[in-house]
């Protein structure tokens, strides 16, 4: 049965990882405390942190880990309908320490290998796109669905009662501010009136009329004698 280089690396290095388990929690106390004093210094003196080196009491097993992936691995005459696996080769080494670089990585990988089976299933004539009216079981039941539901609306409608009285709150407060303008525009009105009544009569005073009266009451009595004639 033939194996793929590339999954007896991987088996091999996943033993490797598994046997240094106990040594990497072990020094899980020291790298805390290393951690919390990194913290507290600037981040010009910090360096890159150093993948721990394989223990070296770890077993490389070769012969247990070939009859494992032979016990799990696939038979090479297996239709790749059974499997659906594709392998996507990297164009270039990536940054495993960069973030940026390897997430982007793994989304190029996800996307390429997205395509190639979409156009394998094409070739094949195989159908792999859910129908228009294909309705799947649900998962939980009715009863349970219909209490979620109802959270929801009274969350919602929770959030729809906050929000009227927020916008009747500030309704009020813009009503009293107008109120108020309004009354301040009453008051300024009336103090104007005033200064022009009072203006009115001082120039009435130093136009000859006394106390700011005129003769108005003689000219109704010249008015009245005249209707009696």
Known sequence: ?????KDLSLLQSEKVVEDNVDDVMGDYSEEEDSESESESESESDQEDVKLAEPS????YNREGLVEKLEDIGWPENVDWMHKLSLDIDQEKEVDVNDDLARELAFYTQALEGTRAAFDKFQ????PFLRPPDYYAEMVKTDAHMQKVKGKLLAQKRQIEESEERRKAREAKR????VQAEKLKERA????QEIEEVKKWRKQRQQSGFKDGKDSMPERRKRSRGDVSR
């Open 123 to 126: 070739s094949m004539g195989l």
């Open 56 to 59: 070296k009491t770890a077993v």
């Open 1 to 5: 049965m033939g194996l793929r280089s």
């Open 174 to 177: 813009i009503a009293k501010e």
């Open 188 to 191: 300024k009105q009336k103090k």
